[in-house]
């Protein structure tokens, strides 16, 4: 089992970046694969970008490719999310979480251990 806090959440306006961290916890959390998720009003909880446990596969969303950057630090058990060239529609409340099934780290149904989330407001 694993605990998942994140932080980094804030305002920002449309252009910016903004670095998103989740901090793993856990006797076994070097096991887990670790995705970061989220919901924005009004709608369902979208996959965002995740991480093999080993760090040695990333997997993103098409709407945050070439701008978003999802990164492990095993040391210090954290997984982050550097997100560049923020988009109004990036206003949602991020998530991140962890799967042992890191076959399926795409679908959120997948994932059992979740954080409480962070929010990250873009202004236009």
């Known amino acids: 089992q694993v605990q998942l806090v994140e932080s980094g959440g804030g305002l920002v306006q449309s252009g910016d970046s903004l670095r998103l961290s989740c901090a793993v916890t856990?006797?076994?959390?070097?096991?887990?694969?670790v995705g970061w998720f989220r919901q924005a009003p009004g709608k369902e909880r979208e996959f965002v970008a995740a991480?093999?446990?080993?760090?040695?596969?990333?997997y993103y969303a098409d709407s945050v490719k070439g701008r978003f950057t999802i990164s492990r630090n095993s040391a210090q058990r954290t997984v982050s999310l550097q997100m560049n060239t923020l988009k109004a529609e990036g206003r949602a409340v991020y998530y991140c979480?962890?799967?042992?099934?890191?076959?399926?780290?795409?679908?959120?149904?997948?994932?059992?251990?979740w954080g409480q989330g962070t929010q990250v407001t873009v202004s236009s």
């Open positions: 856990g006797r076994t959390s070097s096991r887990y694969a």
């Open positions: 991480m093999s446990r080993d760090g040695d596969h990333e």
């Open positions: 979480a962890a799967t042992l099934d890191y076959r399926r780290v795409r679908l959120r149904r997948a994932y059992h251990e």
